[in-house]
């Protein structure tokens, strides 16, 4: 069973970036499609970014222009490059296959955007 763990966040101010990480313990090949996530305090969990098996990528509305995901299948790892971070991008943000599928869910990592 292919477990994702995510890391690379943490506390930055308004405009900073950070650039997260998710390691997969087997082959993101297999898994295909994969995705970003995130859930903000009191909130629902959203979708982020989406990247396929080829390399397109799609992005939710208020993330497009500043977030950048990208996938190295060799490394089994996929990444999110934030750029231009505002305190609404505080959340948890969690990788999984797109669509998402229960068992892939992991911790998360949180980001924090001070103003």
């Known amino acids: 069973q292919v477990q994702l763990v995510e890391s690379g966040g943490g506390l930055v101010q308004f405009g900073g970036s950070l650039r997260l990480s998710c390691a997969a313990s087997g082959s993101i090949v297999s898994i295909g499609d994969m995705g970003w996530y995130r859930q903000a305090p009191g909130k629902q969990r959203e979708w982020v970014a989406r990247?396929?098996?080829?390399?397109?990528?799609n992005y939710a509305h208020s993330m497009k222009g500043r977030f950048t995901i990208s996938r190295d299948n060799a490394k089994n790892t996929v990444y999110l490059q934030m750029n231009s971070l505002k305190p609404e991008d505080t959340a948890v943000y969690y990788c999984?296959?797109?669509?998402?599928?229960?068992?892939?869910w992991g911790q998360g990592t949180q980001v924090t955007v001070s103003s």
């Open positions: 999984n296959a797109f669509p998402a599928k229960l068992r892939f």
């Open positions: 990247i396929t098996s080829g390399g397109s990528t």
